[in-house]
Structure formats: structure tokens, C-alpha cells
T-cell receptor, first 113, second 114 residues
Framework: AQKITQTQPGMFVQEKEAVTLDCTYDTSDQSYGLFWYKQPSSGEMIFLIY??????QNATEGRYSLNFQKARKSANLVISASQLGDSAMYFC??????????FGAGTRLTVKP | DGGITQSPKYLFRKEGQNVTLSCEQN?????MYWYRQDPGQGLRLIYY???????QKGDIAEGYSVSREKKESFPLTVTSAQKNPTAFYLC?????????????FGPGTRLLVL
């Protein structure tokens, strides 16, 4: 069964607007971590933001925030004030206790000028 | 500068040939990982190593081998037994961040079969 689901293969957003990239996950563990990575066309995976399952506050990191809804098992990434350089693939990932990191299939974000 | 380096950026393999992808890190991270990424897909774990001289198979280890003789280095060999090796290979190392292991990635190696 898929542990991480990203339902949006592609998303478009106008420059300077906000965009939400969806991520839902499947786990029966109480302790787990959720991650978002950005992959530009160069291929490197860039760590963006992390949310722990016990964290009560949503994680924020500059223009990135993670909308964590534990009961719904969702961990959506919100990018505010989009920039052209935000165009990339975005991957959601989860790590359960004692398990490997599991990645979703990714969402390709295109920022339009 | 601290970071993770992978070489080469592009690698070509002939049928029946073994090739080795390099991964080096100077971040003093204990754990290192190898992932495979196929077009339009997420990452799949090939092998990982938590400490020197120890490594574990991931989800798709068949046709691959690794070694971890030094903390800084985790080379991946794609053997002739790997029938479909064309893919993008990413190496990562990890550190505990806020109580959770967070992985940082190298720039990747693209392997093509001639």
C-alpha cells in the first residue's frame, strides 16, 4: 500500500501568489516525521521543511509552511509569494520509527510570470 | 564547504559491464543512503549504511552492491545482474534534526546504458 500520496502530478501558480501542494500519508505509528523536498531540473534534492508527529505547531521555514492535520493524515506544503525559481518537482516523504524514508511520486510546480 | 559530492554526473554502461558510482560526504554524518529515481517517479531505496563496515538492503537491492570502508564514502556498484539500470541515482547522508533523522542529498548521477 502507498505510504505517501501526492494527488497532483502538476500544478501551476502565478508569480507572487501562494500555492498549496497536497500530501496525505498512511501510518499506524504514533511517532513519525514528515518532510518536503524540492528537486529542480538539475536533479539535486533540496530539504525544505520538517514536521514531527508530536509537534503541535505547524512548521514554518521562510516562505514554506507545512499545514499539518494529524487526524486527516495530511501534510500539505504551502509556498507563499511564489517566485519563478520555485518551479521544480516537490516530494513529500515520511519516516516512521525504525523504518526507511518513504517518498511520494511528486508534484511538478510551474510558476508563471 | 561541507557537502555531499557524487561523481560522475553522467555515466554510460555497456551491456554486461559493472560500473561504480561515487558518493563522498564531509559532513561527519554517520548514515548514508543510495536511492534510484526513474522518470516521473519518487525515490526508491537501494541500500543504506548506519555505520562504517555495515550496510542493509533497501527495497530494490538486487543487481547492486555497496561498501562502507570509510565514514565519508559509500560507493554503489551497478552490476551486470541489474537488467534495467538506466535511472538517476541519488546519494544521501543524514543527521538528527529535532530528534528526527533528516536526509541531505548529493547532486546525483545519471546512468545510461549504451
Amino acid at each position: 500500500a502507498q505510504k505517501i500520496t501526492q494527488t497532483q502530478p502538476g500544478m501551476f501558480v502565478q508569480e507572487k501568489e501562494a500555492v498549496t501542494l497536497d500530501c496525505t500519508y498512511d501510518t499506524s505509528d504514533q511517532s513519525y516525521g514528515l518532510f518536503w523536498y524540492k528537486q529542480p531540473s538539475s536533479g539535486e534534492m533540496i530539504f525544505l521543511i520538517y514536521q514531527g508527529s508530536y509537534d503541535e505547531q505547524n512548521a514554518t521555514e521562510g516562505r514554506y509552511s507545512l499545514n499539518f492535520q494529524k487526524a486527516r493524515k495530511s501534510a500539505n506544503l504551502v509556498i507563499s509569494a511564489s517566485q519563478l525559481g520555485d518551479s521544480a518537482m516537490y516530494f513529500c516523504a515520511m519516516r516512521e520509527r525504525g523504518d526507511d524514508m518513504r517518498f511520494g511520486a511528486g508534484t511538478r510546480l510551474t510558476v508563471k510570470p | 564547504d561541507g557537502g555531499i559530492t557524487q561523481s560522475p554526473k553522467y555515466l554510460f554502461r555497456k551491456e554486461g559491464q559493472n560500473v561504480t558510482l561515487s558518493c563522498e560526504q564531509n559532513l561527519n554524518h554517520d548514515a548514508m543512503y543510495w536511492y534510484r529515481q526513474d522518470p516521473g517517479q519518487g525515490l526508491r531505496l537501494i541500500y543504506y549504511s548506519q555505520i562504517v563496515n555495515d550496510f542493509q538492503k533497501g527495497d530494490i537491492a538486487e543487481g547492486y552492491s555497496v561498501s562502507r570502508e570509510k565514514k565519508e564514502s559509500f560507493p554503489l556498484t551497478v552490476t551486470s545482474a541489474q537488467k534495467n539500470p538506466t535511472a538517476f541515482y541519488l546519494c544521501a547522508s543524514s543527521i538528527l534534526l529535532a530528534g528526527q533523522e533528516t536526509q541531505y542529498f548529493g547532486p546525483g548521477t545519471r546512468l545510461l546504458v549504451l
